[in-house]
Structures are given as structure tokens and as C-alpha cells.
């Protein structure tokens, strides 16, 4: 089987953190396509598309996908084959010097080679690595300033269930949300959704504090953060996507994870072959935490991750990231049954309470005994 069009496109395009007018494009032209959805951008350059059709009275759902993967900017040529390049995004200074890059300049790959780290900033936690900041690198020709580089690991493939890309954070989420809006748009379904397409997360949610200063997504709406997170021992690869309620620093709202898993639970109930994961992705944050700093009702639903940012801990090299094939299928079906659940997720859920309220009134007349 081959990977479907939408995430083998989007899997091949450039793309580094404020420079990801490629993956923009190819939103914004796969939107174009699809008859109720309406498109704009924000002063900062994130693409919201909208999906409305005669929307029932419940509160539409907003998901937020990021456009960028962590890569470098050209800054300067410094000698007539030696590039001095910013890097922007996470990754461990050991996995530079040597690594193979390419260039994407005026249409063309053009391919490099790092000789070291030139630069590297303090750890941002105690005892954490050094940020790496600038690289020299070796490359074929002069490349201009402001030019995107990325790793240069293979085109994305399908292999048995494994989608192999050098940048599935965050291309399969936003290619999941693009499904998402075909799907509606081919089955016409009633109601109403959000899809942001957020720029230059990698270095710290900056495109989505654009989009909640700007007001981007109507502050009623509660937002969905779409991520790859890099697995846990609990939390693997293959189980099925995975309905993150928190991460390093914060927990999602509460409210808002229930009604999410209960629309998992009734669509595992539907579709035996679908499953989900509830889970804290403690390993980073996403843009979840951002919104919900700011006072948005947030929850995350991520893919588990290999080689999170291209960082194979087993070759100590740079490598392909990886997500479940199935795991993606099941998020795009889970988004569906989210938009098109018919109570909506301010509906009050009081089956906790009425389980436990049956627990009291069986045992209660224990109480006074003594
Ligand atoms: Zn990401």
C-alpha cells in the first residue's frame, strides 16, 4: 500500500520554523477545493479554514495543527562553500556535526553537510543540554540568506504501518486535518469547525500566540491541539491515538478531556478496530498549554512518535521520524465523530456522578451501622 496523497505531499514539502509558505500554500490551494470551507489568514500569517454547514446549536470545536518542523536559516555565506545557518527548533548538539542537510533554493534541493556547531546558547532547564544556535555547513553551492534547510533523510514512505518522513511533527497533524475537512465536504455533514494551521511552534507556540492575541479562534471555542509527542514506555506506538491531558507544565481542562473520551469510548464501541489512548504526555508541552494559558478550554490528541525531531537514540544519528499508519487513520476518524457528535462539548456528562451516586446508595445504609 502507498501513503495517501495528502500526507506524502505535505511530508515532502520544505519547511523550517517562519519560513513554511510551502505547506501554506498547499493548505490553502487543498482548501480552495473544498466548497464550504471558507479560508483566511491572521496578521501573523496562520491560515484558519472554517467548515460550516447549517451547523446545529451546539459549540463548534477548533483543532490546531503546526506547519513548521525544526531546521535551519541560512544567515551567510562565509566562505565560497561554507554556509553560516541559524537552527531552529530542539535538538541535541551531538546530533550536528557530520549530519547531512540540504537547501531548498529556488525550487531545487541543493545538499550540505554540517561541520560543527558554531554556536550554542545555555541549557533552558538545569542540567539539560546546550542550544544549539548556528552550524557551519559544508554546502554544493552558494545558498542566499534566509534560504530553509532541513535534514536530509529520504522521501516519506509507508512501510507495513509505519509512516517514515524526516518531518512527521507536525505534517501528519495538519494532513489529518485537512482529511478531516474533505470528509465533511464529501459527506456534506451538518455542523461547524475550526481549522488553524499555525506557524513556527518549534521555537516556542510563536505563530499560535499570534493567532490568540489576534483572536484568530472566537475565545467561545475550545481549542484541540493536534501533535506528534514522543513516545513513552505507556504510551506506544501503534495502540492508537492518544487523548493528551496535559503535558510538562500544565493539565488540559477537564471538562472538555471528558466529553473527548467519552466520543472515543462510544466510537471503540461503534468500530471494533478503533482504538484510543487517554494519557499525560509529560516528555514537552504543545500548543494547548498556550491557549489554555490565555483561557481557552484546551485538550490535546497527539500520534506517538519515533525519532522525535530526528533524533534516533539508537544510531546516535540523525533519522526519519515515525508514526503508526493506524494510529493516524484512528485520529482523522476521531476528529470526525468529535465534529459531528450530537451534544457537543458543552453538554453536561454527569455519568461519573450518577455511577458513583449508585456506589452511595447501595452502600449507604452501611454508614450508620456502627
Ligand atoms: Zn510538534
Known amino acids: 500500500m502507498a501513503l495517501p496523497k495528502l500526507l506524502k505531499d505535505l511530508m515532502s514539502l520544505p519547511t523550517a520554523p517562519f519560513l513554511e509558505s510551502a505547506v501554506m500554500d498547499y493548505v490553502e490551494r487543498t482548501c480552495r477545493k473544498l466548497a464550504g470551507v471558507k479560508i483566511k489568514y491572521d496578521r501573523y500569517g496562520n491560515l484558519l479554514a472554517h467548515y460550516r454547514r447549517q451547523p446545529r446549536k451546539i459549540t463548534p470545536l477548533a483543532f490546531v495543527a503546526h506547519t513548521d518542523h525544526p531546521g535551519f536559516a541560512a544567515l551567510k555565506m562565509v566562505q565560497p562553500r561554507t554556509l553560516r545557518a541559524e537552527f531552529r527548533g530542539g535538538v541535541r548538539p551531538e546530533y550536528f556535526a557530520g549530519s547531512k542537510v540540504r537547501f531548498w533554493n529556488n525550487g531545487q534541493w541543493v545538499k550540505g553537510r554540517v561541520l560543527k556547531l558554531s554556536k550554542t546558547l545555555p541549557p533552558k532547564l538545569p542540567g539539560g543540554p546546550r ?156 500548543e494547548a498549554a498556550a491557549f489554555g494559558a490565555y483561557g481557552y478550554a484546551v485538550i490535546g490528541i497527539c500520534l506517538a512518535l519515533g525519532n522525535y525531531h530526528n533524533m534516533d537514540t539508537h544510531r546516535r544519528k540523525i533519522g526519519s521520524e515515525w508514526v503508526s499508519f493506524k494510529d493516524w487513520q484512528g485520529m482523522v476518524d476521531l476528529f470526525e465523530a468529535l465534529v459531528l457528535d450530537p451534544d457537543g462539548p458543552d453538554a453536561v456528562d454527569d455519568s461519573l456522578r450518577t455511577r458513583i451516586d449508585g456506589l452511595f446508595e447501595e452502600n449507604q445504609a452501611l454508614l450508620r451501622q456502627e
Request: charged share 25%; with cysteine; aromatic share 6%.
Open 131 to 286: 542550544v544549539p544556535k548556528e552550524a557551519h555547513i559544508q554546502v554544493g553551492k552558494p545558498i542566499p540568506p534566509n534560504t530553509l534547510g532541513m535534514w536530509d533523510l529520504p522521501e516519506p514512505t509507508l512501510r507495513g504501518d509505519r509512516v517514515v518522513s524526516r518531518a512527521c511533527d507536525d505534517l501528519a497533524g495538519v494532513a489529518a486535518m485537512l482529511m478531516l475537512l474533505q470528509r465533511l465536504c464529501r459527506k456534506r455533514a451538518r455542523g461547524e469547525v475550526y481549522c488553524l494551521f499555525t506557524r513556527a511552534e518549534e521555537v516556542g507556540f510563536v505563530g499560535a500566540v499570534g493567532a490568540i492575541r489576534a483572536r484568530t479562534i472566537p475565545k467561545r471555542v475550545p481549542v484541540i491541539s493536534i501533535e506528534t509527542s514522543s513516545a513513552l514506555i505507556n504510551a506506544p506506538i501503534g495502540d492508537g491515538p492518544i487523548i493528551r491531558i496535559g503535558d510538562r507544565v500544565c493539565v488540559y481542562t477537564p471538562q472538555f478531556a471528558t466529553f473527548c473520551v467519552r466520543v472515543a469510548q462510544e466510537l471503540a464501541g461503534r468500530r471494533k478496530s478503533f482504538q484510543y489512548q487517554r494519557k499525560l504526555m509529560d516528555g514537552g508541552m504543545c
